[in-house]
Structure formats: C-alpha cells, structure tokens
C-alpha cells in the first residue's frame, strides 16, 4: 500500500495561482504513474494529468493543458501540480493516485484537498 497525502489547496481569486503537492510513502517501489484527479460539488471525479517518476508519461486533460504543469520528485517522493491561471471552474476537491503502470487503475488514492477559485 502507498500513502499519499495532499497538500497546498486554498482559497485564490481567478487568474490566480496555487501549487500542490503530493506526498507518497510505503511501497512506493509499487506506484510508478501518478495522477491528480478532482471533484467538484454534484460532478463525477475527472482526470486532470498524470505523469512517471521519471517524469515521462505526462498527459494533461484539455481543460487545464496550458494552464497546469504536474511535475515528479523522485528522490522526495513528491507531486506538484502547478495550477496558474485559475478558473472558478477550477473549484474542486483535487485528490491524488497512483497506479503501478499506465492502462491499469489507481490502486490508492489520497484524502483531498480543496481548491476554490473565486471570481
């Protein structure tokens, strides 16, 4: 199991920015590909980007491509997703996951943290 714990969401006015971070422990040896994810109030969870450790592999959403940069510590076991450019669209709770390899599901997921974006 990998423990992955979120951090850096907040209250920011539109056109702002915000960084988070993603901190994965345990078997991290299992958790090759990590993603972000967000649910906003009444909708389904979405993907928002994904990248390896090696930091190869990243893929954006097009509703944040352009805007968000998601980004991988190897040696901190970290994952920023960079945020510039915020949206009210943008309010959501931003969860982090892990999987062992692309193609296959997010095995662990973390506890969130909330992001608004006021306009």
């Known amino acids: 199991q990998v423990q992955l714990a979120e951090s850096g969401g907040g209250l920011v006015q539109a056109g702002g920015s915000l960084r988070l971070s993603c901190a994965a422990s345990?078997?991290?040896?299992?958790?090759?590909?990590m993603a972000w994810f967000r649910q906003a109030p009444g909708k389904e969870r979405e993907f928002v980007a994904r990248t390896s450790w090696s930091g190869g592999s990243t893929y954006y959403a097009e509703s944040v491509k352009g805007r968000f940069t998601i980004s991988a510590d190897n040696a901190k076991h970290t994952v920023y997703l960079q945020m510039n450019s915020l949206i009210p669209e943008d309010t959501a709770v931003y969860y982090c996951?892990?999987?062992?390899?692309?193609?296959?599901?997010?095995?662990?997921w973390g506890q969130g943290t909330q992001v608004t974006v006021s306009s």
């Open positions: 996951a892990t999987a062992t390899r692309l193609g296959v599901p997010y095995f662990d």
């Open positions: 345990g078997r991290t040896f299992s958790s090759n590909v």
